[in-house]
């Protein structure tokens, strides 16, 4: 039996496949990209979730994209 905030199998990054810790699939309140903005794509629970370093990477790419151009 896993506690909260514990997990045995960690998520998988959809973007680079790296291991990450998702509060969700943890049983926390909440989890580390509540504090992020939205991509606009619901999220699955423990499932196609980004890393840390990946999801950056994408909000930056979404920023770039929707900049007005000069």
């Known amino acids: 039996m896993t506690a909260p905030g514990e997990q045995t199998d960690k998520p998988c990054c ?4 790296a291991p990450f810790l998702c509060g969700a699939a943890a049983g926390l309140v909440s989890c580390w990209c509540m504090d992020k903005p939205a991509l606009g794509v ?3 629970s423990a499932g196609r979730c ?4 990946c999801l950056e990477k994408r909000l930056i790419a979404t920023a770039r994209q929707s900049a007005p151009a000069t």
């Open 14 to 17: 959809v973007g680079c496949g």
């Open 42 to 44: 619901a999220p699955e």
């Open 50 to 53: 980004y890393c840390p370093v």
